[in-house]
């Protein structure tokens, strides 16, 4: 079949236009692939020009590098040559030490040492770098370089050896064979290195040695100055008892007024010479850190009451009143050491009447409970007397110091009373202040923490009660006037209080009804016995009661069947209490005594060497009750305790042959052996030094007295042991 031309036309123009897409799709392919590579030629351009800068870069570092390196091997060199001069300096330094100095390695190799280190072995024994510690150390055994003291030469090896290797090595003093001594310091380093240092102690060890005699000498004088204030008591207490007791006892005798007044005399100075006595033994123990509390169970109250009556002769001779003002509310008995506080007691409230020429002296004592059985308690004692400056109060309190001026040079004392006061209170846990206005008084305190004692037990049957409504109370002293109301308001009473005898009788001519009239003795235009008659006078037959500084005074007297009673001043609470109960009871009312059996005598030894001593004490017991016997000595006392048997033993502690220690010791020995009660020994003593009471106590005595003694005391001892099988020895404990 012909194709027609048409056809090939368009056939044709189809190739063309397939030619043309083609040629489109080719241009196409090439525009991209010129695209790649434009893009790839620049990638290439850009690398090489990295490539030449980092070129360039590490061609600067290198330069840079190589300056760097040249800079610190002039560094480096100017290091070595820093550290060989602070080595060398190091070591010159070193070597101008007086002491050894050495460094040994790990492996304790010796590394260095300085000439000192060296020289110490003296050229005998060669140490040179290398060398191990152990082998020096044997060296120097085997060289007989120190004093190894008896030991063995390899024993010493061994036991230095196991020293060094100790994680912390203890110094060490060794002796050369010379006599030097030297101490071995040593120390593990922390790179393990062990470093030593040798110190010549030689002249430290003398001087040591010298201090060491210096204080031995020094004891040897402190002990001697104590046996001497030892013996200085001892032998001046010994005739002092007998002067003071003798006196006292002569006191008691029909006397006429020139001779009373020479006892008394004697008497007072004789205890004035005591007291002395005792200020300086206690200050010395204070001294010495030696001075010893020992608590018990003691009456506060009547502590202070006991206090003012020992002053109350010296008060009445000035004219001072003497007040106490204890708390109503506050318990009485507490722990604590009663001779010391009753010595605190007596130097404050002594102090008090030595300067303060007219007025009043008052103890006051209050306190606060702590919740733990114990006591805040304060006491203060003001009086009415010269005052201190306010320059002096800081001073007052130091020892030998007393408040120098014109109104008080007359007065006499050791200077010690307040410094040992200050050390007493504070032994006890307290502190002491004082308060003065010159001219108007002074006001001193101290403050104590003190434990309540356990009440007494009550005694059997009922208590009488205390029925009285209403009091009368005259005294001229407001003071006064005031403790009594407190005192009688706690009882029940109301109180109606006078300042006069004039102003009491005004109360009971308005009406006044009074179940008891209390009325002080001394007042000024009318006393107390002068009220009494005129009371009586007046028809009233109330009950009074008489205060009095005096009761010897006024119970010879006629008006004393007048009077319901006598209370001494200062009036204990107890004491009003019982007078109070006794004008309570009805008339005609009182209670029958059970008819008691036939009771012996009490049998009481005495051993005592000194003749005048055994006259002092036969006479302070001549009103008593008992069958006294005397033993000369130790061994005597032993004899007639062991064939008389005796109720109680006063033991004197010095005598000849066998010495009371050594008696009451046998006692007790045979008591033990024998099975047999115990016997009461009470030991007499003029020793008053620390430690004497411990030594006396360890002997085996129940109680101790210091002479001189006083009658009191042995009252206290007999009545205290008097077995129920004897008669009552000691009557009236109170007024014995």
């Not at 800068?53 to 190589?66: D, I, P, T, V, Y």
């Not at 002096?392 to 130091?398: A, L, R, S, Y």
């Not at 308005?510 to 009220?531: I, K, Y």
């Amino acid at each position: 079949m012909q194709v027609s031309i048409a056809d090939k036309l368009a056939q044709e123009r189809r190739a063309r236009l397939a030619a043309e897409r083609l040629l489109e799709q080719k241009k196409a392919e090439l525009f991209a692939a010129n695209q790649k590579l434009a893009l790839h030629a620049r990638s290439l351009s850009d690398q090489i020009v990295e490539q030449r800068h980092g070129l360039e870069r590490a061609r600067a570092q290198a330069e840079s590098l190589q300056g760097e390196n040249h800079k610190v091997r002039g560094d480096l060199e100017l290091a070595n040559s820093a550290v060989q001069i602070a080595q060398r300096r190091l070591w010159e330094a070193l070597e101008t030490i007086r002491d050894g100095f050495a460094v040994f390695d790990a492996n304790l190799r010796l590394v260095a040492a300085n000439r000192a280190y060296l020289a110490f072995f003296d050229g005998q024994v060669a140490v040179t770098a290398g060398v191990s510690y152990a082998a020096v150390l044997k060296l120097v055994a085997q060289h007989g370089m120190f004093d190894l003291e008896g030991r063995d030469p390899l024993d010493w090896h061994h036991e230095m050896v196991a020293r060094i290797r100790r994680t912390k090595i203890e110094p060490q003093v060794l002796r050369l064979a010379n006599g030097r001594y030297l101490r071995l310091i040593d120390r593990w380093g922390d790179d393990g290195d062990l470093v030593c240092l040798v110190q010549d102690i030689t002249k430290t060890m003398a001087r040591e040695a010298e201090l060491e005699e210096a204080r031995a000498k020094a004891e040897a004088a402190n002990r001697a100055k104590s046996a001497f204030l030892a013996n200085m008591s001892h032998e001046i207490r010994t005739p002092m008892n007998g002067v003071v007791g003798m006196a006292d006892l002569l006191c008691e005798t029909a006397l006429s007024e020139d001779q009373r007044l020479y006892a008394e005399t004697i008497k007072s100075s004789g205890e004035a010479l005591l007291n002395i006595i005792n200020e300086v033994l206690d200050y010395s123990k204070i001294e010495a850190d030696k001075l010893r509390l020992y608590p018990e169970a003691f009456d506060l109250e009547r502590c202070l009451h006991e206090v003012m009556l020992l002053l109350g002769p010296s008060a009445r001779d000035k004219g001072l009143k003497l007040l106490i003002d204890y708390d109503m509310f506050l318990p009485t008995r507490f722990i604590a050491d009663p001779g010391r506080m009753r010595q605190v007691l007596t130097n404050l409230i002594g102090n008090a009447v030595k300067f303060t020429p007219e007025g009043h002296v008052l103890a006051r004592v209050v306190g606060v409970e702590r919740g733990d059985g114990r006591f805040d308690l304060h006491v203060t004692i003001e009086d009415t007397g010269i005052g201190i400056a306010p320059e002096n109060i800081e001073h007052v309190f130091g020892e030998f110091n007393q408040v120098e001026s014109e109104s008080n040079r007359k007065f006499e004392g050791t200077g010690l009373g307040l410094a040992i006061t200050r050390q007493l209170v504070e032994l006890m846990g307290g502190g002491v202040w004082v308060d003065s206005d010159l001219g108007h008084g002074s006001c001193f305190g101290f403050k104590v923490t003190l434990p309540v004692a356990e009440p007494h037990a009550a005694t059997p049957g009922p208590t009488p009660p205390i029925t009285l409504k209403a009091a009368l109370v005259i005294d001229d002293l407001m003071v006064n006037r005031v403790i009594l109301e407190r005192q009688l308001q706690t009882y029940g009473l109301a109180v109606t209080l006078c300042r006069s005898g004039a102003e009491a009788l005004a109360a009971l001519a308005a009406g006044g009804r009074f179940d008891v009239v209390l009325t002080d003795h001394q007042m000024p235009d009318m006393d107390g016995l002068q009220l009494v008659l005129r009371l009586r006078e007046m028809g009233l037959e109330t009950p009074i009661l008489l205060l009095t500084s005096d009761p010897d005074e006024v119970a010879i007297g006629p008006i004393r069947g007048e009077l319901a009673g006598l209370l001494e001043k200062p009036v204990l609470r107890s004491d009003l209490f019982r007078a109070l109960q006794e004008i309570s009871q009805p008339a005609g009312v009182a209670a029958m005594a059970a008819a008691a059996p036939e009771l012996r005598q009490m049998r009481v030894l005495a051993a005592e060497d000194n003749r005048t001593n055994q006259l002092v004490f036969r006479k302070m017991v001549k009103d008593y009750d008992i069958d006294l016997t005397f033993a000369n000595n130790g061994r005597e006392a032993v004899d007639l305790w062991q064939s008389w048997h005796p109720d109680l033993v006063f033991m004197d502690i010095s005598m000849p042959e066998m010495d009371g220690r050594e008696a009451t010791r046998l006692i007790r020995d045979h008591e033990l052996v024998k099975g047999l009660p115990r016997t009461p020994i009470v030991a007499l003593t003029a020793h008053a030094m620390e430690g004497d009471s411990d030594s006396i106590l360890a002997a085996g005595v129940d109680h101790y007295l210091t002479k001189p003694l006083k009658k009191s005391t042995i009252a206290e001892q007999i009545h205290a042991h008097c077995p129920q099988t004897s008669r009552p020895a000691v009557a009236d404990l109170e007024s014995a």
